[in-house]
């Protein structure tokens, strides 16, 4: 079985993303890019998480064909495609459903710095995507349009439908998508309570500038 760690991957990160509730039954998809086969392995269309198993994941190319697996791949596989085509730093993408990213989206708002944990997504804004038919070659196309127009952007949200988050590992992706779930909440529930106030762009570039030397470094100091 080709992909093996990728697979087993997804099948985890699968269910962190249906038992943490950014999914909910068998929406929402996961995707892993290997340059060096030029392969993605990506989730099965339809399968509940819990019941999928790393046989089950499937191995495509950038062209759409199957490499390997017995499953349908997940309709979405060409938003994936779009997405590792158009951004050659990219490893992982996560799509959810997650309600409070959702709510926005459905409400064509674009995401904004209410809270510095978005700032994984490397914008001040995140974009929206205009809404087009699931799995369809036109969202596809129309991923493609905005992630051309905010190159350095690693999230979207998809109007009335979700998000999608990109990074260089899916631990990296996944933990993007909780932050604009988080992020997505507070400016929700700011507009509900009142007016959001939101960081200035300086405030953000600073932010974005002090996470650079967050978290652990790997000479552990």
């Not at 690693?154 to 932050?179: T, Y």
Request: hydrophobic share 40%; aromatic share 8%.
């Amino acid at each position: 079985m080709i992909m093996e760690q990728q697979r087993t991957q997804i099948v985890k990160f699968g269910r962190k993303m249906s038992a943490s509730g950014l999914c909910v039954g068998t929406s929402g998809n996961i995707s892993v890019f290997d340059p060096r086969t030029g392969y993605l392995c990506i989730s099965p269309s339809g399968l509940g998480y819990f019941e999928t198993e790393p046989e089950d994941i499937v191995v495509m190319d950038l062209a759409g064909n199957v490499i390997e697996g017995e499953r349908k791949p997940s309709s979405e596989h060409g938003l994936h495609t779009i997405v590792y085509l158009n951004r050659p730093d990219a490893r992982a993408v996560v799509h959810t459903h997650s309600p409070f990213a959702t709510t926005l989206a459905s409400m064509h708002e674009t995401l904004k710095p209410a809270h510095y944990a978005m700032m994984g997504a490397a914008v001040y804004e995140i974009p929206l995507v205009e809404y087009e038919t699931f799995g369809s070659a036109e969202l596809a196309s129309a991923v493609e349009m905005a992630l051309r127009a905010t190159p350095a952007t690693r999230a979207l949200l998809l109007a009335n439908h979700g998000d999608v988050c990109l990074h260089e590992s899916l631990s990296k992706a996944f933990a993007l998508a909780e932050n604009i779930e988080f992020t997505s909440r507070v400016q929700w529930q700011c507009a509900c309570a009142g007016r959001p106030v939101y960081l200035t762009r300086d405030q953000f570039a600073r932010a974005l500038e002090r996470s650079r030397t967050y978290g652990q470094v790997p000479n552990g100091r």
